[in-house]
């Protein structure tokens, strides 16, 4: 088959399709044929050698894809060949197959493309999981979201808004908020301009925020933090702002000094908390993940909720695809198509 395999950290052009063996099956393992992956940014920081939870190198790069299963291990009871699935991994996905473990292939949903479905997966479960899950949203919070134009960011706006909260969307400039207002979002501030956080202020009054989902790091989360009102809830998602270089300690002091971090002395004079997620280390809990991924497709559905698939690309072109995430000027998800 052909994959992409990361055979040492760099940049984007570093990507190319070559020729691998299949995988093979294990017995507790159902091999997919894939039709869509899924990029997510996480992979961007596995390229560069930043991203922790990657494994060691070489492997074939990618965390989610959605295919169809080809080959059942003996143990596994309950799938069937042909069943269109979604799954997630640590490593993979840039591949024409993918051998997983049968229960991190979660069935598609039928009613979504497989462009759609590839773009559904891990940035639906990090919202819902950090909105429903981490932070119990209620239906009368009001809802901040960070990056909001992003895979994570639009899921997380068509959750908030069709919970019936009041979402505050913020990104790096005006055509993004543009689609976060489309989907839903009542307020948009940009922290891409010199207005920035005194505008976030402005907009969020005395009121302040109930829940945000904060994936940027640095100043955004400390503005997002400082806008909490009391029982305010923040979940830490991700870190997109996130850059070193391990043989420059001033880089390394920079991404420090930029970590999302609050005080505790902060938390308890605010009645405010600071959570985080990651779905990483979720995936060997299936007893957990399934419900929530239960609840997660029945909302979607009961909402007539459709992924925002910004781009496609061919594998292939997996280069200009990550070149694409890196730039910040992607909106929805960046699929590639098998
Ligand atoms: N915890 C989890 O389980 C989990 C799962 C999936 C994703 N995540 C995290 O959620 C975030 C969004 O992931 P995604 O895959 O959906 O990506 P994405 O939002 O589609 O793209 C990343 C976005 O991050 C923002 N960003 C801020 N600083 C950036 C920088 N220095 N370089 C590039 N982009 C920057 C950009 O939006 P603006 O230009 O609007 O700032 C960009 O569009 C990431 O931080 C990711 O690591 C976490």
Not at 137 to 156: E, F, N, S
Not at 194 to 221: K, N, W
Not at 256 to 285: A, N, Q
Not at 318 to 338: F, N, P, T, W
């Amino acid at each position: 088959m052909r994959a992409v395999v990361l055979r040492r950290h760099g940049p984007a052009e570093i990507l190319s399709l070559e020729s691998v063996p299949d995988p093979t099956t294990g017995s507790e393992q159902v091999l997919v044929a894939v039709e869509a992956i899924g990029l997510n940014f996480a992979e961007v920081l596995s390229r560069k050698g930043l991203y922790g939870w990657s494994p060691d190198l070489p492997y074939v790069l990618g965390m989610e894809a959605v295919g169809v299963i080809e080959e059942i291990g003996d143990r596994v009871e309950g799938r069937e060949i042909g069943e269109r699935v979604l799954v997630a991994s640590q490593f993979g996905s840039y591949a024409e197959k993918i051998a997983v473990t049968a229960s991190a292939a979660l069935p598609a949903l039928d009613s979504y493309t497989p462009e759609e479905n590839a773009a559904f997966g891990v940035n639906y479960m990090t919202a819902w999981v950090s909105l429903l899950e981490m932070a119990r949203m209620r239906h009368t919070d009001r809802v901040l979201v960070t990056a909001a134009a992003g895979g994570v960011g639009t899921a997380a706006v068509q959750i908030a808004s069709s919970f019936g909260c009041e979402v505050v969307a913020l990104a790096s400039s005006d055509a993004k908020l543009q689609l976060a207002r489309n989907l839903g979002a009542t307020d948009t501030v940009c922290y891409g301009n010199t207005g920035f956080p005194d505008q976030l202020l402005d907009t969020v009054g005395s009121r302040g925020i109930d829940v945000a989902l904060e994936t940027v790091g640095g100043h955004v989360f400390k503005a997002c933090a400082d806008c909490l009102a009391p029982f305010g809830r923040i979940v830490v998602a991700g870190y997109a702002e996130l850059d070193y270089k391990l043989w420059n300690p001033i880089s390394l002091w920079r991404a420090w000094r930029g970590m999302p971090r609050m005080s505790m002395e902060s938390m308890y004079r605010g009645s405010k908390g600071l959570l985080s997620t990651h779905l990483g280390y979720l995936v060997p809990y299936p007893e957990i993940v399934r419900p929530v991924w239960d609840r997660l497709t029945t909302f979607v559905e009961e909402h007539k909720i459709r992924p925002i698939v910004g781009h496609v690309f061919q594998l292939a072109d997996v280069a200009e695809a990550h070149q694409l995430m890196e730039s910040r000027g992607s909106m929805g998800k960046i699929v590639m198509r098998v």
